[in-house]
């Protein structure tokens, strides 16, 4: 993204892997057609027009991930084409999956597909086609987010992605289910990523869209087997994420709920920075410590934060999270406890 990553360092913010810019220092008459150039350089050239142009506001937050990056977008309402003559003169034959923020509707035409998108939901479209996309005006600024697919990463051959393009893609299951929170989540979750790392998430997200895909074209089995493994895997940890609380939550669970042996669940987790069983401690020592430094919560007694997140045996927490922290559950309550005193003013 050079328009993103050198605006970000004029204006003195650090290019990192997430790079924020706006209109705010740009002059008020310049502003849609810088915005215009913006989406020329982070999604692709189209022309556009505004009830807004004269007075437009934008914010663009882009992931800069290997090959797949994510760009949310704040703009004012406006609407967008782009023509054959367009595609004639700079194809970069991708795809980007669109994702409607909140308060935000979208029609969006391409190919024989018309969807109309509200909050949450989500549709495929290509640089290669000529498109019409509207951003409703309901008083308010859109926001929507972009996660660019090119055709080289998917692993999808012969542009059958292509069938879905204008489509609505289901949200609330399968690997639709988890990418909308991957996406969403994206930004906070790599701020401080090295290139390895960034690498390895983005490749999750990509793993994602692909298997969306697929089970809209009825091909799920047809994706490389090391694409399935890695939805699997996402699967596995949004199951370990969502059930901390219950204390049956062990390997042989895991496994069970996903219709494998336990053998194949150490298996898939052998390239992983953890076992299973780590993973979930892990997670539920996270959970604790985050109650224990919540202010709201400081009259609940630490055996019951503990309870609350799996932990049966209040003995067994403390020496566990003794040894991951270094100090016990009490002094770190005690340590949230007095900063939040010297916060507050006498």
């Avoid at 556009?48 to 090959?67: D, E, I, K, M, N």
Wanted: net charge positive; aromatic share 6%.
């Amino acid at each position: 993204m050079p328009m993103l990553t050198n605006t970000a360092e004029r204006s003195g913010r650090p290019a990192g892997p997430v790079v924020t810019v706006d209109t705010e220092s740009i002059p008020v008459p310049e502003r849609f057609g810088w915005w215009n150039d913006l989406v020329g350089e982070a999604v692709m050239p189209v022309t556009s027009r505004s009830p807004y142009a004269s007075r437009f506001t934008g914010r663009a937050v882009t992931v800069q991930l290997p090959h797949s990056p994510l760009g949310t977008f704040t703009y004012s309402p406006m609407s967008a084409w782009r023509s054959p003559v367009q595609i004639r003169r700079q194809d970069t034959e991708e795809y980007f999956l669109l994702l409607v923020g909140g308060g935000t509707s979208i029609r969006l035409e391409q190919g024989r597909g018309v969807a109309c998108l509200e909050a949450g939901e989500m549709a495929l479209f290509s640089t290669s086609h000529p498109l019409a996309v509207e951003f409703l005006d309901k008083g308010r600024s859109c926001q929507s987010s972009q996660f660019r697919l090119p055709r080289t990463v998917l692993p999808l051959a012969n542009g059958r992605a292509d069938r879905l393009l204008a489509e609505p893609l289901s949200t609330r299951s399968g690997s639709g289910a988890l990418l909308v929170p991957y996406l969403k989540g994206l930004a906070d979750a790599v701020r401080d990523c090295g290139p390895a790392e960034l690498a390895r998430i983005g490749a999750v997200g990509v793993d994602l869209a692909a298997s969306l895909l697929a089970a809209h074209l009825g091909d799920a089995d047809g994706l490389p087997a090391q694409t399935r493994q890695a939805v699997l895997l996402a699967r596995i940890n949004a199951f370990i994420d969502h059930n901390l609380a219950d204390p049956e939550l062990r390997p042989a669970a895991v496994a069970a709920h996903h219709h494998i042996s336990v053998r194949t669940l150490h298996q898939l987790f052998r390239g992983e920075p953890e076992s299973v069983a780590a993973t979930i401690r892990r997670r539920r020592l996270e959970r604790c410590r985050a109650d224990l430094t919540d202010p709201a919560l400081h009259r609940l007694p630490i055996g019951e934060i503990a309870a609350r997140w799996g932990f049966r045996h209040p003995a067994d927490f403390s020496r566990t999270f003794r040894h991951a922290y270094g100090v016990p559950p009490s002094e770190v309550r005690a340590g949230a406890l007095d900063a939040k005193k010297a916060r507050t003013p006498c």
